[in-house]
């Protein structure tokens, strides 16, 4: 059973950055379209951003686009989320996901991704 863990969340000021990563634990990882997600509370799950299996091709949320970049080591089974310049508005537990089948394309609906993290808190302070 693929496990997924993120790690990296924490308390920041606005203006500061945070690095998330996102540990596969299985072989398969660079077969997979991956992605990140958040979710505040009292609203719903909403995607951020997300990266191919090879790394060639990425998407973000509007909100983060600038902001945050996705990225991947596939030798490692592991996938990033640099986020810089935070906002309050950022606030969420971020979950990382992994994607239904193999060699799939970037996207940004819950529904293409069959793994997900139990989540990491992001808190932005003003």
């Known amino acids: 059973q693929v496990q997924l863990v993120e790690s990296g969340g924490g308390l920041v000021q606005a203006g500061a950055s945070l690095r998330l990563s996102c540990l596969y634990s299985?072989?398969?990882?660079?077969?997979?379209?991956m992605g990140w997600f958040r979710q505040a509370p009292g609203k719903e799950r909403e995607f951020v951003a997300a990266?191919?299996?090879?790394?060639?091709?990425?998407y973000y949320a509007d909100s983060v686009k600038d902001r945050f970049t996705i990225s991947r080591d596939n030798d490692k089974n592991t996938e990033y989320l640099q986020m810089n310049n935070l906002k309050p508005e950022d606030t969420a537990v971020y979950y990382c996901a992994a994607g239904r089948g193999s060699f799939s394309r970037v996207s940004d609906d819950t529904k293409d991704y069959a793994y997900w993290g139990q989540g990491t808190q992001v808190t932005v302070s003003s």
């Open positions: 990266i191919n299996w090879s790394g060639s091709s990425t």
């Open positions: 299985e072989r398969t990882f660079g077969l997979h379209t």
